[in-house]
């Protein structure tokens, strides 16, 4: 029997802020939302109240195998990829003006769906438009380049689009890592297949209505929500799709690219785990510090692959830096109801998540390290934890080696910059790092020390769509924005004439 496509019709559904809206539910394949063949659903649940929300279609192999047809025959069949790129710069612009008139609503869902705050979620709306208008803007930049090899010949370069591209994106930024991959790949050319995180599916859904508004052709963009273990893992082996980009752990990440290289050789970018250590040195302005280790930890609850969970203390502002940091989060941070503006941080994004957060500081105790502030949870109902300070930790201890994904961190003495450097860079992971200095020598000689893909001086996690991000040794390779990641949408040719 061939693919059976039933449309599905969207949930009309109210915001905990009052907003309503209609919520679409089904797979987005070839501009159609549509039944899953299996017919499968899932029950997508708001983290801050553990309350189901809405039930959405749950995609099986078959229908990635028809997302991928799809995408192939819009690549190979039509001039999505061959048109002139301003005409795609067009689509994505108009894409971004439609990002930009639902910005409120998109954020809503993004908190409603997430459990992080409404601030939170309107700059992570903002930063995703940001990145959509600039790969509208470099849609038409891919030029090649001209080779001299004396005058017997003529060569020249030509950067063309890779085709089919499988995109898995995680929970923890379910909006902002979607137009971090989107953007770029069809700017490029490219046809994609995107696989939002089971527990946060619907801004992606809700993205893809936009697309079919903005005019995107069919095939073009396909969301295909669904268990990681059958749709990532189809996306990952198909011999049709011939990029794949991740974002999540380090374990997964590593399954991906075997499984994506033992297929058929895939393109793969991978941004993973960190561990990410934060530097604050004896002249540091606290001041100006304590926020930006605040931010670099607490911010979206600590579910940031960059989050700064280890901090690194000069002796001589230790002891001062400990006494600050507890009166600065106590005084601060409330947690809570992520819908109330005065709360900084709301709810962990999953039960699963929730539980090992809570595992983890039980580790910490357990292992002798002293907690400064927090170590419980902030309410009994929804899934919210306080900010945890640990301190007196040694550097072999589980919760300053592993990656806790949580409002969870480590506080550590170190004596001279070599003796940071060497702590900081004491990891396997290395995705982001920071520096608290006044000292503009110090912060160069040691961001130039630093193993790691992004090192903020004074500020952190801080991004903008112009800067490229991505890790180094098990935190990944490959960038997402900037004009680095063109570079991972598209493969150059070489031509070369003889005259």
Same mark, same amino acid.
């Given at each position: 029997?061939?693919?059976?496509?039933?449309?599905?019709?969207?949930?009309?559904?109210?915001?905990?802020?009052?907003?309503?809206?209609?919520?679409?539910?089904?797979?987005?394949?070839?501009?159609?939302?549509?039944?899953?063949?299996?017919?499968?659903?899932?029950?997508?649940?708001?983290?801050?109240?553990?309350?189901?929300?809405?039930?959405?279609?749950?995609?099986?192999?078959?229908?990635?195998?028809?997302?991928?047809?799809?995408?192939?025959?819009?690549?190979?069949?039509?001039?999505?990829?061959?048109?002139?790129?301003?005409?795609?710069?067009?689509?994505?612009?108009?894409?971004?003006?439609?990002?930009?008139?639902?910005?409120?609503?998109?954020?809503?869902?993004?908190?409603?769906?997430?459990?992080?705050?409404?601030?939170?979620?309107?700059?992570?709306?903002?930063?995703?438009?940001?990145?959509?208008?600039?790969?509208?803007?470099?849609?038409?930049?891919?030029?090649?380049?001209?080779?001299?090899?004396?005058?017997?010949?003529?060569?020249?370069?030509?950067?063309?689009?890779?085709?089919?591209?499988?995109?898995?994106?995680?929970?923890?930024?379910?909006?902002?890592?979607?137009?971090?991959?989107?953007?770029?790949?069809?700017?490029?050319?490219?046809?994609?297949?995107?696989?939002?995180?089971?527990?946060?599916?619907?801004?992606?859904?809700?993205?893809?209505?936009?697309?079919?508004?903005?005019?995107?052709?069919?095939?073009?963009?396909?969301?295909?929500?669904?268990?990681?273990?059958?749709?990532?893992?189809?996306?990952?082996?198909?011999?049709?799709?011939?990029?794949?980009?991740?974002?999540?752990?380090?374990?997964?990440?590593?399954?991906?690219?075997?499984?994506?290289?033992?297929?058929?050789?895939?393109?793969?970018?991978?941004?993973?785990? %960190?561990?990410?250590?934060?530097?604050?040195?004896?002249?540091?302005?606290?001041?100006?510090?304590?926020?930006?280790?605040?931010?670099?930890?607490? &911010?979206?609850? %600590?579910?940031?692959?960059?989050?700064?969970?280890?901090?690194?203390?000069?002796?001589?502002?230790?002891? &001062?830096?400990?006494?600050?940091?507890?009166?600065?989060?106590?005084?601060?941070?409330?947690?809570?109801?992520?819908?109330?503006?005065?709360?900084?941080?709301?709810?962990?994004?999953?039960?699963?998540?929730?539980?090992?957060?809570?595992?983890?500081?039980?580790?910490?105790?357990?292992?002798?390290? &002293?907690?400064?502030? %927090?170590?419980?949870?902030?309410?009994?109902?929804?899934?919210?934890?306080?900010?945890?300070?640990?301190?007196?930790?040694?550097?072999?201890?589980?919760?300053?080696?592993?990656?806790?994904?949580?409002?969870?961190?480590?506080?550590?003495?170190?004596?001279?910059?070599?003796?940071?450097?060497?702590?900081?860079?004491?990891?396997?992971?290395?995705?982001?790092?920071?520096?608290?200095?006044?000292?503009?020598?110090?912060?160069?000689?040691?961001?130039?020390?630093?193993?790691?893909?992004?090192?903020?001086?004074?500020?952190?996690?801080?991004?903008?769509?112009?800067?490229?991000?991505?890790?180094?040794?098990?935190?990944?390779?490959?960038?997402?924005?900037?004009?680095?990641?063109?570079?991972?949408?598209?493969?150059?040719?070489?031509?070369?004439?003889?005259?």
């Amino acid at each position: 029997m061939g693919y059976k496509i039933v449309e599905i019709a969207p949930k009309s559904i109210t915001t905990p802020n009052g907003i309503t809206y209609e919520q679409p539910v089904g797979l987005f394949i070839n501009n159609q939302f549509i039944k899953s063949q299996n017919e499968k659903t899932m029950a997508i649940e708001n983290p801050s109240t553990g309350e189901n929300v809405v039930e959405v279609c749950s995609a099986a192999k078959e229908d990635v195998d028809y997302a991928v047809d799809c995408a192939e025959h819009a690549f190979e069949k039509t001039d999505w990829a061959s048109q002139d790129p301003r005409i795609r710069g067009r689509y994505l612009s108009k894409l971004a003006d439609l990002m930009e008139e639902n910005l409120e609503l998109m954020a809503s869902i993004e908190t409603m769906d997430n459990g992080k705050t409404i601030a939170l979620s309107r700059g992570d709306v903002q930063l995703a438009i940001d990145c959509i208008r600039d790969a509208a803007a470099y849609s038409d930049k891919t030029d090649g380049r001209s080779v001299n090899t004396g005058d017997g010949y003529v060569n020249y370069t030509i950067r063309e689009p890779i085709g089919v591209c499988g995109q898995i994106i995680p929970w923890n930024f379910p909006l902002m890592m979607l137009a971090w991959k989107v953007g770029p790949a069809l700017a490029m050319g490219n046809c994609i297949i995107l696989k939002p995180a089971s527990a946060t599916p619907l801004n992606a859904l809700f993205f893809a209505s936009l697309t079919k508004k903005a005019g995107i052709p069919d095939g073009v963009v396909n969301i295909v929500p669904g268990p990681g273990g059958m749709v990532g893992t189809a996306l990952t082996t198909h011999p049709k799709v011939r990029k794949v980009a991740f974002t999540g752990s380090t374990d997964i990440g590593k399954d991906i690219a075997v499984k994506s290289s033992g297929s058929n050789l895939k393109k793969i970018t991978l941004e993973l785990g %960190g561990k990410s250590a934060h530097l604050v040195f004896d002249d540091a302005d606290l001041e100006k510090t304590l926020p930006n280790l605040v931010n670099g930890i607490f &911010k979206n609850a %600590g579910q940031i692959c960059s989050s700064g969970s280890r901090i690194y203390a000069q002796a001589g502002i230790y002891d &001062k830096l400990l006494a600050a940091f507890k009166e600065y989060i106590e005084k601060n941070l409330k947690v809570g109801d992520p819908f109330d503006e005065s709360n900084f941080q709301g709810a962990i994004t999953n039960k699963e998540q929730y539980n090992t957060i809570l595992k983890y500081i039980n580790i910490g105790k357990d292992e002798g390290a &002293k907690v400064l502030t %927090g170590g419980k949870v902030a309410s009994e109902k929804g899934y919210f934890i306080k900010p945890t300070v640990f301190y007196d930790v040694n550097e072999d201890m589980r919760i300053v080696k592993e990656e806790i994904f949580g409002p969870c961190v480590t506080i550590s003495k170190f004596e001279t910059i070599e003796d940071g450097v060497a702590m900081a860079n004491d990891s396997e992971f290395g995705l982001g790092a920071g520096i608290e200095t006044e000292n503009l020598s110090t912060a160069l000689k040691v961001a130039k020390m630093l193993h790691s893909g992004t090192v903020w001086i004074n500020t952190y996690n801080d991004f903008d769509s112009r800067v490229p991000f991505g890790g180094y040794k098990q935190s990944g390779y490959g960038r997402e924005m900037g004009s680095e990641v063109y570079e991972c949408y598209t493969q150059t040719k070489a031509v070369r004439i003889k005259l």
